[in-house]
Structure formats: C-alpha cells, structure tokens
T-cell receptor
Framework: DAMVIQNPRYQVTQFGKPVTLSCSQT?????MYWYQQKSSQAPKLLFH???????NEADTPDNFQSRRPNTSFCFLDIRSPGLGDAAMYLC????????????FGPGTRLLVL | AQSVAQPEDQVNVAEGNPLTVKCTYS??????LFWYVQYPNRGLQFLLK??????LVKGSYGFEAEFNKSQTSFHLKKPSALVSDSALYFC?????????????FGGGTRLMVKP
C-alpha cells in the first residue's frame, strides 16, 4: 500500500544533542511537509518542500533544518534540541498544494532529556 | 489572514446518538476546508474535504460535513456515533486566493463516545 512512513516512532535525545527524524513516502507526491504538534494541540507547520524548493515558515526557529535528497525521502534535523522541542513531529505529503489532500505519517514522538 | 476555530474542546455523546463537531472559518475568498481525525499516538487521517460544488460532503466512516457560506461554518456530523469514533478531530482551512498560504488547523475537538 502507498503510504507515508516515519522512523523512528519514538526518539529520545539529550539536551543539545543533534537529532534527525526521517520520513519516506511511496505516493510519489511532489510536496512534503513537516509539522510540530504539542500535547494534542493543532499541528504547526515548520516547512515544506515542493519538489526541491524549500519553503520555511517565518516563525520556524533556525534550530530546525530539513533536507530532501530525493522525491521519496525528507529529513528533519534539530541541531540543538531544547526541552521545549519535545513534541510529536508529523510528516505529510500531497500531490501539490492548494486543494490537494495531505496524507500524514504516524509521527515521531521526540523526548528531550 | 486565514483562521479556523473549533469552539468546543470536547464533545460527549452516547453511542448511537448523532454527533456534531463544530468548525467556523475566516478567509478572504472561497475556502478549501478539510476534516482530519487523530487517534492516540498516530498521525492525522483524512476524513473529507470541501473544495466546490455540493455543500454537503460525504467522507470516510459515515462522516459528513456541510459547508455553510453565510455562517462561515463547516460542521462535521455523523447520524449514529460509535465508541470507536472517540478521537481528536481537526478542522483545517486554506485560502486559495493566497498562493503562499498553507493549511491552518483549528485547535482540535476531542470526541468522547460513551457506550
């Protein structure tokens, strides 16, 4: 089945230690998104890629970076995680933007010690 | 600017009764509207969307939503609730007139269906 896969499902890191979260998709969608979700709140968009074009939200901290080496994979890098970065990180894809439905992965829950 | 509001943090309903989860929005033009459901420790799952056409949209698992332009609402409904419908529900909006805008999500409504 076509899907959005996130690894790992749970990630524990230490304060200040860089961490990378992974997302892959078999949908062959053009757009990939990274969201941060805290405590069952609304997901907050961090950035998205339309093909290779990177689009950062204005209020996304510099501590968060992303890479998309090919259509299938997208990575979220947190350079120096703080306690406030503990959250669920959701990856989503869509064929294009606009009216297109976004399809979400299961999420990675990040714990910062 | 676009925004969406879900006025109820939680909705409680008995199994077999109809349910409604409310959503209102604000955009400058005609909106694209979406409903997603989230089960514990899972990602968001698409339920239905309104883009254009018939105001009543039918989606997955027996859910439907009605677009009401005059009331700027897009309430989610189901005629007969199941215990398994208990989850967190998110409404989302996008303004198609603003190419840079992404989806804006409401704060979520927790639906509790009791046996």
């Amino acid at each position: 089945d076509a899907m959005v896969i996130q690894n790992p499902r749970y990630q524990v890191t230490q304060f200040g230690k860089p961490v990378t979260l992974s997302c892959s998709q078999t949908l062959n969608h053009n757009v990939m998104y990274w969201y941060q979700q805290k405590s069952s709140q609304a997901p907050k968009l961090l950035f998205h890629y339309y093909d290779k074009d990177f689009n950062n939200e204005a209020d996304t901290p510099d501590n968060f970076q992303s890479r998309r080496p090919n259509t299938s994979f997208c990575f979220l890098d947190i350079r120096s995680p703080g306690l406030g970065d503990a959250a669920m990180y959701l990856c989503a894809t869509s064929r294009k933007t606009g009216e297109e439905t976004q399809y979400f992965g299961p999420g990675t829950r990040l714990l910062v010690l | 600017a676009q925004s969406v509001a879900q006025p109820e943090d939680q909705v409680n309903v008995a199994e077999g009764n109809p349910l409604t989860v409310k959503c209102t929005y604000s955009v400058s033009g005609n909106p694209y509207l979406f409903w997603y459901v989230q089960y514990p420790n899972r990602g968001l799952q698409f339920l239905l969307k309104y883009i254009t056409g018939d105001n009543l949209v039918k989606g997955s698992y027996g859910f439907e939503a009605e677009f009401n332009k005059s009331q700027t609402s897009f309430h989610l409904k189901k005629p007969s609730a199941l215990v398994s419908d208990s989850a967190l529900y998110f409404c989302a909006v996008r303004d198609p007139n603003n190419a840079g805008n992404m989806l804006t999500f409401g704060g979520g409504t927790r639906l509790m269906v009791k046996p």
